[in-house]
C-alpha cells in the first residue's frame, strides 16, 4: 500500500526559478491538500482541493499554484522561488474533505531555496 | 478565528514516566479535535481524534485524550513513556462546518532512558 508519494525527496533551488513538487495518492480520496512546515509553526495550509477539477486557498498560497486534473495528482508549482518558501511541504488526501475526516500525509518533500 | 495553542514546544521524561502533552484550543463551539504524531524524517499520522460522544478518546500506541469544553483543552497522555514515543506531536482542530485543519506549533518529545 503506497498512500501518498511525493517527490522529489528534497531539492536545492537558485532564488527565480520554477519548480513543482508532485503529488499522488492511489486511495481515491476526494480531497488533497497542501502543507508547509516551518520551525515553531506548525504545519500551514497551502492549497486544497476538494475534488477533481476544484481548488481552493489556504492559509499561506501566495507565491504558489496548483491544479487537480484528476483524483490521483495534485502538483504543486513555485512560479519564481524565494529564499522564504525554504521549508518542508507535506501533500495529504481525506476521503471526502470533511471537517471530521482523518487527513493521510506524504513523507513530505524538503526545499531549500538559495 | 481559531487558534490552537500547545504549551512547551519541547517536553522531556523518562522512559516509564507519565506523558503529559498540553492542548488548548480558542473556539466558544467546540470543534473537531485531532493529535498528529510526526516521526523523524516521516509524514504525520493521526494518534486519535474528537468529534463527537464520549469525551476520553483512546488512540494508538496506548495514548489517550480527554476533551474537556469547560476548559477548551484536549490533552493528551500516555501511562508509561517508552522509548520509541520520541517524536513531534502535534495537536489541531476543525472548525465544525469548516475544512480547514489548523495545527498548533508542535511539541517534541524526548525519552530519557
Known amino acids: 500500500i503506497a498512500g501518498i508519494t511525493q517527490a522529489p525527496t528534497s531539492q536545492i533551488l537558485a532564488a527565480g526559478r520554477r519548480m513543482t513538487l508532485r503529488c499522488t495518492q492511489d486511495m481515491r480520496h476526494n480531497a488533497m491538500y497542501w502543507y508547509r512546515q516551518d520551525l515553531g509553526l506548525g504545519l500551514r495550509l497551502i492549497h486544497y482541493?476538494?475534488?477533481?477539477?476544484?481548488?481552493g486557498k489556504g492559509e499561506v498560497p501566495d507565491g504558489y499554484s496548483v491544479s487537480r486534473a484528476n483524483t490521483d495528482d495534485f502538483p504543486l508549482t513555485l512560479a519564481s522561488a524565494v529564499p522564504s518558501q525554504t521549508s518542508v511541504y507535506f501533500c495529504?488526501?481525506?476521503?471526502?474533505?470533511?471537517?471530521?475526516?482523518?487527513?493521510?500525509f506524504g513523507p513530505g518533500t524538503r526545499l531549500t531555496v538559495l | 478565528a481559531q487558534s490552537v495553542t500547545q504549551l512547551g514546544s519541547h517536553v522531556s521524561v523518562s522512559e516509564g514516566a507519565l506523558v503529559l502533552l498540553r492542548c488548548n484550543y480558542s473556539?466558544?463551539?467546540?470543534?473537531?479535535l485531532f493529535w498528529y504524531v510526526q516521526y523523524p524524517n516521516q509524514g504525520l499520522q493521526l494518534l486519535l481524534k474528537?468529534?463527537?460522544?464520549?469525551?476520553l478518546v483512546k488512540g494508538i500506541n496506548g495514548f489517550e485524550a480527554e476533551f474537556k469544553k469547560s476548559e477548551t483543552s484536549f490533552h493528551l497522555t500516555k501511562p508509561s513513556a517508552h522509548m520509541s514515543d520520541a517524536a513531534e506531536y502535534f495537536c489541531?482542530?476543525?472548525?465544525?462546518?469548516?475544512?480547514?485543519?489548523?495545527f498548533g506549533q508542535g511539541t517534541r518529545l524526548t525519552i530519557n532512558p
Open positions: 489541531a482542530v476543525t472548525p465544525q462546518g469548516a475544512q480547514k485543519l489548523v
Open positions: 474528537y468529534t463527537t460522544g464520549a469525551t
Open positions: 482541493s476538494n475534488t477533481a477539477g476544484t481548488t
Open positions: 473556539s466558544s463551539v467546540p470543534p473537531y
Open positions: 495529504a488526501s481525506s476521503v471526502s474533505g470533511g471537517a471530521a475526516d482523518t487527513q493521510y
